[in-house]
């Protein structure tokens, strides 16, 4: 079973370049699971659609770039609504200093509102981060966190701070955006993550892979930008299987059985 880690399938520039997600789901069914991440409020009722699809695990939370427009009782709605779908999971969450006129400060103290949600509830959190990641160490390892573990998505984090990473918990996936084969530093970052916490990403319609690579065009209508297309998780396990030596069946058995692991009960024992 191919298991996508962490998508944003419910985005609406899907269906305006004329991709059909809801009967792409229905003919995977039983092959295929993802995670979708709501990324604001405005999108949790299209991420609980989608998530009447077997196989599809709802992540609801607010996405750093979103939460400037947050609107106040944001962390109640969001209680609500995790305590009325006990499959779901938080996210996406967490701390980003690339993005223009970042609030870090405003960024933690939203983060940290997920973090305590994810770990009362014992709910799968899936964490953003870019340039801010000595900030996201302390603040994992002041926890709290929920006891199955977290998502560490599209990790581009120093090789350096993995272990300190996996004694918490993590999981960390493997983007379509590095298939790139001159990503060098991210690429042997993830030859060395323990084999029980390897995922597999798209990001979907985000980062998607280099134009030479892609099998599944998809363009924005509005500015002609590629957008990622789900199917594109085949490239990324393409690409991590060759880094990590395995072959490509193998790795998608181990993805499969640790994304299983960690949206069905505790990481307990690995
Ligand atoms: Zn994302």
Known sequence: MRCDAHTHLQDPRFAAAGFDVPAWLRERSGAYACAVNATDEADWDAVARLAEHPGVHPVYGLH??????????WEERLCLRLEGDPSAGVGETGLDRWIEGHDLDDQLGVFRVHMKIAAELNRPLT?????????????????????????????????????????????????????DPRRHRVRDTFAHIPAE?????????????????????????EDGSPLNHPANLALALAALAEIRSETVAALEQRTAENFLRWWGGPAADD
Not at 64 to 73: E, S
Not at 161 to 173: H, R, T
Not at 197 to 221: I, K, S
């Open 64 to 73: 750093p770039w979103k939460i400037a427009g947050r609107r106040r009782g």
């Open 127 to 179: 964490v953003h981060c870019l340039r801010a990641w000595g900030a996201m160490r302390d603040c994992l390892a002041a926890g709290p966190l929920p006891e199955r573990g977290f998502l560490l998505h599209a990790y581009g984090g120093p090789a350096e701070m993995l272990g300190s990473f996996v004694d918490m918990g993590a999981y960390f996936s493997f983007s379509t955006y590095f298939t």
């Open 197 to 221: 916490r390897l995922l597999v990403e798209t990001d979907a319609p985000a980062m998607p892979p280099p134009p030479r690579l892609n099998r599944n065009h998809l363009d924005d209508p």
